[in-house]
């Protein structure tokens, strides 16, 4: 068991994707022994950034506990500090609530990572338990959380653990992120005590768009294409295709409120970014303020890893990773609050994935007249037809919560 400070603790990461969990937990004081992750390319970004990490060619959770013990470790059950993971979020997120299919929560056939990771705990049973995921996951009609509690009650009585489970939505702008991303954070304390959870140091002041990718040196500057994005010079910074509706300030070529958000959204160079998605479309924002898509490189800035984490693959694989990321900033400073709760003192005062203010002096930029092609388009439109998210009626409970615990 780790308990001198000097001493690395050791963790095992589970869908390990482009390392942004795994990145954040090192700079917080974590030896990641091995990396679970199905993804081939992941694996190769795993392993072109981090050579001395183990990432095994079958990274399947589901069945990981058959094929890995403690004593594989040099370690005996009890002694791993943490495993850590971003179950797949798809069955759990929002966006698939909009499909009847998508409803499925734990019946659906990818939830059976979460059975794997538990097993995982039945099998080492860790110090601690880090996940990170959609809100979905921890709560509402078809959440995980009370599976796995109730699967840690069984564990608890079997083997005189406290295990615990606790959770907070924490927006990643708000731990100095240059992107408003809200995931909840489920920890899970063996000794069953709460976790002094970090302070939102950058909640009133963030660190923008600006400070990450303004002078961020690329050659990969994508192109626009589809139909629409020949409007993106026609809206301001920080705005999105609502300029172009009765409520915006150009002229009326959509009805309001009859589009998704990020539909034609451009970034505000004085605010964090938008959340990046992993496979947007050719109109789906964030757009970069220049009129065009953000390059990988770009999008993982936004995520706050380092500038020379590399991303392996086409474009199209470049991106899934970089939106799929956990932030490893937020997870630096979660890390070190889990670090001090196991006893081992984070190894610096302060995180030091922390991403500096900009001095770059930021060019005026100049908004343009609408494109001859689409002025036939201009007139009154109808608007969207009642209170609720995309193009069809729902109503929604978009409330953000900040804090909640199970």
Known sequence: ??????????????????????????????????????DENARETLRAN?????????????????????????????????????????PFSSAAQWAATGRMGMNDVRADTVHGLLDLIDAF????????????????????????EE???????????????????????HYGVPQNRRRAIIVILRDGDPLEWPTPGYADDPITAWDAIGDLSTQDRPEAAGKWTALLPCIPEGHNYQWLTSEGGGPELF??????????????????????????????????WDNR???????????????????????????????NATPPLLMEVVGRALAAHLGSPPPSAKPSLTIPRSSKRKPALH????????????????????????????????AVVESSEA
């Open 151 to 173: 699967r840690l009650a069984r564990i608890n009585a079997k083997d005189g653990t406290s295990y615990r489970a606790e959770w907070r939505v924490l927006n990643s702008a």
């Open 1 to 38: 068991m780790s308990t001198d400070p000097s001493t690395p603790l050791r963790a095992i990461s589970l869908f390990s994707g482009a390392g942004g969990m795994d990145l954040g937990l090192e700079h917080a004081g974590f030896e990641t022994l091995i990396c679970l992750e199905l």
């Open 255 to 288: 009805g309001y409120r009859t589009k998704f958000w990020n539909f034609l959204l451009k970034l505000d160079r004085n605010r964090p970014s938008w959340t990046l998605p992993a496979s947007p479309g050719p109109s789906t924002g964030p757009f970069h």
């Open 125 to 148: 049973l860790p110090r601690a338990v880090l996940l990170e995921n959609v809100q979905g996951f921890a709560e509402g009609a078809n959440a995980a959380l009370p599976e796995i």
């Open 50 to 90: 981090r050579p001395e990490w183990t990432v095994p060619a079958d990274g399947d959770v589901v069945t990981a506990s058959q094929r890995f013990r403690p004593a594989d470790f040099g370690m005996q059950r009890g002694d791993l500090d943490l495993i850590n993971g971003g179950p797949p979020c798809q």
């Open 367 to 398: 908004l343009a007249e609408l494109p001859t092609a689409y002025r036939s388009m201009v007139g009154a439109k109808a608007r969207h037809a009642g209170e609720g998210a995309g193009p069809a009626p729902r109503a929604v409970n978009d």
């Open 293 to 323: 898509p953000l390059s990988a490189a770009e999008m993982l800035r936004l995520q706050s890893f380092p500038l020379d984490w590399e991303l392996t693959g086409d474009h199209r694989r470049r991106v899934k990773l970089a939106g």
